[in-house]
Protein backbone atom coordinates (compact mmCIF):
# COMPACT_ATOMS: atom_id res chain seq x y z
CA UNK A 1 0.00 0.00 0.00
CA UNK A 2 1.10 3.67 -1.15
CA UNK A 3 -0.52 5.08 1.93
CA UNK A 4 -2.52 4.82 5.22
CA UNK A 5 -4.98 7.66 3.78
CA UNK A 6 -7.20 7.75 1.20
CA UNK A 7 -8.85 10.70 -0.50
CA UNK A 8 -11.44 9.70 -2.66
CA UNK A 9 -13.70 12.43 -4.46
CA UNK A 10 -16.13 13.25 -7.03
CA UNK A 11 -15.16 16.53 -9.68
CA UNK A 12 -17.48 17.56 -12.17
CA UNK A 13 -15.55 20.14 -13.21
CA UNK A 14 -12.37 20.20 -11.91
CA UNK A 15 -12.57 22.60 -8.74
CA UNK A 16 -13.44 20.17 -6.45
CA UNK A 17 -10.25 17.83 -7.67
CA UNK A 18 -7.65 21.29 -6.88
CA UNK A 19 -8.63 20.95 -3.16
CA UNK A 20 -8.54 17.06 -3.02
CA UNK A 21 -5.00 17.72 -4.32
CA UNK A 22 -4.05 19.79 -1.46
CA UNK A 23 -6.04 17.87 1.06
CA UNK A 24 -3.68 15.14 -0.54
CA UNK A 25 -0.25 16.60 -0.68
CA UNK A 26 -0.97 17.81 3.56
CA UNK A 27 -1.89 14.34 4.16
CA UNK A 28 0.30 12.61 1.84
CA UNK A 29 -2.61 10.44 1.13
CA UNK A 30 -3.73 8.87 -2.11
CA UNK A 31 -5.90 10.04 -4.62
CA UNK A 32 -8.97 8.28 -5.47
CA UNK A 33 -11.03 9.70 -8.48
CA UNK A 34 -15.32 8.69 -8.58
CA UNK A 35 -15.44 8.93 -12.71
CA UNK A 36 -17.97 10.87 -14.21
CA UNK A 37 -20.28 7.62 -14.33
CA UNK A 38 -19.88 7.20 -10.48
CA UNK A 39 -17.88 4.59 -10.45
CA UNK A 40 -14.35 3.98 -8.89
CA UNK A 41 -11.84 1.50 -10.35
CA UNK A 42 -11.36 -1.53 -8.43
CA UNK A 43 -7.78 -0.90 -7.83
CA UNK A 44 -9.19 1.98 -5.96
CA UNK A 45 -11.94 -0.19 -3.30
CA UNK A 46 -9.05 -1.88 -2.96
CA UNK A 47 -6.67 1.04 -1.84
CA UNK A 48 -9.83 1.91 0.53
CA UNK A 49 -9.65 -1.65 1.77
CA UNK A 50 -6.39 -0.94 2.84
CA UNK A 51 -6.60 2.56 3.90
CA UNK A 52 -6.80 3.19 7.76
CA UNK A 53 -8.10 6.41 6.67
CA UNK A 54 -10.69 7.32 4.03
CA UNK A 55 -11.21 11.62 3.33
CA UNK A 56 -14.61 11.91 1.65
CA UNK A 57 -15.15 14.67 -1.11
CA UNK A 58 -17.50 16.13 -3.06
CA UNK A 59 -18.40 19.41 -4.72
CA UNK A 60 -22.25 20.40 -3.48
CA UNK A 61 -24.38 20.51 -6.02
CA UNK A 62 -28.11 21.68 -5.28
CA UNK A 63 -27.79 21.25 -1.76
CA UNK A 64 -25.99 17.91 -1.67
CA UNK A 65 -23.59 15.51 -3.04
CA UNK A 66 -23.52 15.28 -6.82
CA UNK A 67 -24.71 11.79 -8.08
CA UNK A 68 -21.46 10.74 -8.93
CA UNK A 69 -20.45 10.50 -5.50
CA UNK A 70 -23.96 9.20 -4.28
CA UNK A 71 -23.29 6.27 -6.96
CA UNK A 72 -20.26 5.80 -5.29
CA UNK A 73 -21.82 5.66 -1.57
CA UNK A 74 -24.55 3.42 -2.71
CA UNK A 75 -21.83 1.10 -4.14
CA UNK A 76 -20.10 1.04 -0.64
CA UNK A 77 -23.20 -0.96 0.50
CA UNK A 78 -21.17 -3.94 -0.59
CA UNK A 79 -18.20 -2.75 1.62
CA UNK A 80 -20.59 -2.14 4.54
CA UNK A 81 -22.00 -6.04 3.99
CA UNK A 82 -18.97 -7.17 5.37
CA UNK A 83 -17.80 -4.11 7.81
CA UNK A 84 -15.32 -3.57 5.96
CA UNK A 85 -14.44 0.20 6.77
CA UNK A 86 -15.85 -0.55 10.44
CA UNK A 87 -13.18 1.84 13.16
CA UNK A 88 -11.36 3.57 10.04
CA UNK A 89 -10.73 7.17 10.38
CA UNK A 90 -13.20 9.12 8.44
CA UNK A 91 -13.51 12.59 7.15
CA UNK A 92 -15.26 14.86 4.59
CA UNK A 93 -14.94 18.43 2.32
CA UNK A 94 -17.05 19.86 -0.03
CA UNK A 95 -16.57 22.74 -2.14
CA UNK A 96 -19.13 24.81 -3.83
CA UNK A 97 -19.68 28.66 -5.69
CA UNK A 98 -21.79 30.19 -2.37
CA UNK A 99 -19.72 31.20 0.85
CA UNK A 100 -22.66 29.01 2.60
CA UNK A 101 -24.46 27.46 -0.62
CA UNK A 102 -26.03 24.79 2.05
CA UNK A 103 -22.72 22.93 2.33
CA UNK A 104 -23.28 22.07 5.54
CA UNK A 105 -25.81 19.62 4.00
CA UNK A 106 -23.22 17.82 2.10
CA UNK A 107 -21.13 17.17 4.77
CA UNK A 108 -23.53 15.57 6.75
CA UNK A 109 -24.13 13.62 4.12
CA UNK A 110 -20.34 12.69 3.83
CA UNK A 111 -20.66 12.26 8.25
CA UNK A 112 -23.81 10.07 8.07
CA UNK A 113 -22.25 7.89 5.13
CA UNK A 114 -19.52 7.34 7.92
CA UNK A 115 -21.22 6.10 10.42
CA UNK A 116 -23.36 3.81 8.65
CA UNK A 117 -19.89 2.36 8.19
CA UNK A 118 -18.95 2.30 11.54
CA UNK A 119 -16.24 4.38 11.36
CA UNK A 120 -14.77 7.32 13.26
CA UNK A 121 -15.27 10.73 12.36
CA UNK A 122 -12.65 13.48 12.43
CA UNK A 123 -14.27 17.01 12.19
CA UNK A 124 -11.36 20.21 10.90
CA UNK A 125 -10.62 21.22 15.13
CA UNK A 126 -9.15 24.49 13.07
CA UNK A 127 -9.79 27.98 14.46
CA UNK A 128 -12.08 30.07 12.30
CA UNK A 129 -11.02 33.20 11.10
CA UNK A 130 -14.38 35.42 12.10
CA UNK A 131 -12.63 38.82 13.33
CA UNK A 132 -13.25 42.05 11.88
CA UNK A 133 -9.56 41.81 10.86
CA UNK A 134 -10.21 38.53 8.61
CA UNK A 135 -9.21 38.08 5.54
CA UNK A 136 -10.54 35.69 2.58
CA UNK A 137 -6.62 33.77 2.55
CA UNK A 138 -7.29 33.09 6.03
CA UNK A 139 -7.11 29.81 7.73
CA UNK A 140 -10.80 28.52 7.43
CA UNK A 141 -11.83 31.88 6.98
CA UNK A 142 -15.46 29.63 6.08
CA UNK A 143 -15.40 28.72 9.80
CA UNK A 144 -16.32 25.14 9.24
CA UNK A 145 -15.74 22.53 12.34
CA UNK A 146 -17.48 19.58 10.77
CA UNK A 147 -15.81 19.31 7.77
CA UNK A 148 -13.30 21.11 5.43
CA UNK A 149 -15.50 24.16 3.28
CA UNK A 150 -13.94 25.73 0.13
CA UNK A 151 -15.82 28.27 -2.28
CA UNK A 152 -14.73 28.83 -5.39
CA UNK A 153 -16.41 32.06 -7.38
CA UNK A 154 -18.86 30.16 -10.43
CA UNK A 155 -17.11 32.02 -12.65
CA UNK A 156 -13.59 31.34 -11.48
CA UNK A 157 -11.33 28.38 -13.42
CA UNK A 158 -9.34 25.97 -11.73
CA UNK A 159 -6.50 27.99 -11.88
CA UNK A 160 -8.52 30.23 -9.83
CA UNK A 161 -8.79 28.88 -6.79
CA UNK A 162 -8.89 31.08 -3.54
CA UNK A 163 -5.32 30.34 -2.14
CA UNK A 164 -6.43 30.43 1.77
CA UNK A 165 -8.91 27.75 0.74
CA UNK A 166 -6.06 25.69 -0.65
CA UNK A 167 -3.75 25.64 2.08
CA UNK A 168 -6.85 25.63 4.44
CA UNK A 169 -6.90 22.45 2.60
CA UNK A 170 -3.61 21.32 3.27
CA UNK A 171 -3.54 22.05 6.69
CA UNK A 172 -7.12 19.58 6.73
CA UNK A 173 -4.90 17.23 5.27
CA UNK A 174 -2.07 17.56 7.74
CA UNK A 175 -4.03 16.94 10.49
CA UNK A 176 -5.49 13.92 9.04
CA UNK A 177 -2.62 12.75 8.92
CA UNK A 178 -1.07 13.98 12.48
CA UNK A 179 -5.20 12.00 13.99
CA UNK A 180 -3.85 8.67 11.86
CA UNK A 181 -0.56 8.96 13.80
CA UNK A 182 -1.96 9.30 16.98
CA UNK A 183 -4.81 6.91 16.99
CA UNK A 184 -2.12 4.39 14.97
C1 LIG B 1 -25.67 21.00 -10.88
C2 LIG B 1 -24.98 22.02 -10.03
C3 LIG B 1 -25.53 22.38 -8.82
C4 LIG B 1 -24.89 23.30 -7.99
N1 LIG B 1 -25.44 23.59 -6.77
C5 LIG B 1 -24.78 24.44 -5.93
C6 LIG B 1 -25.27 24.68 -4.62
O1 LIG B 1 -26.25 24.10 -4.16
N2 LIG B 1 -24.60 25.57 -3.85
C7 LIG B 1 -23.50 26.26 -4.31
O2 LIG B 1 -22.95 27.07 -3.57
N3 LIG B 1 -22.98 25.99 -5.54
C8 LIG B 1 -23.59 25.10 -6.35
N4 LIG B 1 -23.06 24.81 -7.58
C9 LIG B 1 -21.74 25.35 -7.94
C10 LIG B 1 -20.64 24.31 -7.71
O3 LIG B 1 -20.68 23.80 -6.40
C11 LIG B 1 -19.26 24.94 -7.95
O4 LIG B 1 -19.19 25.42 -9.28
C12 LIG B 1 -18.14 23.97 -7.68
O5 LIG B 1 -16.90 24.67 -7.73
C13 LIG B 1 -18.13 22.82 -8.69
O6 LIG B 1 -17.13 21.91 -8.32
P1 LIG B 1 -16.47 20.94 -9.40
O7 LIG B 1 -15.73 21.83 -10.37
O8 LIG B 1 -15.56 20.08 -8.63
O9 LIG B 1 -17.58 20.20 -10.08
C14 LIG B 1 -23.68 23.90 -8.41
C15 LIG B 1 -23.15 23.54 -9.66
C16 LIG B 1 -23.77 22.62 -10.45
C17 LIG B 1 -23.14 22.22 -11.77
Known sequence: MTSPISVVFHSGYGHTREIAKAVAAGSGGVLLAIDEQGELAPEGWAQLDASRAIVFGSPTYMANVSWQFKRFADASSAVWARQGWKDKLAAGFTNSAGINGDKLTTLYTLFSLSQQHGMLWAGTAM??????????????????????????????????????????????????????????
Open 127 to 184: PPSNTKAALRDDLNYLASFAGLMTATPSDASTDEMVAGDLATARAFGERIAQVVGRIG
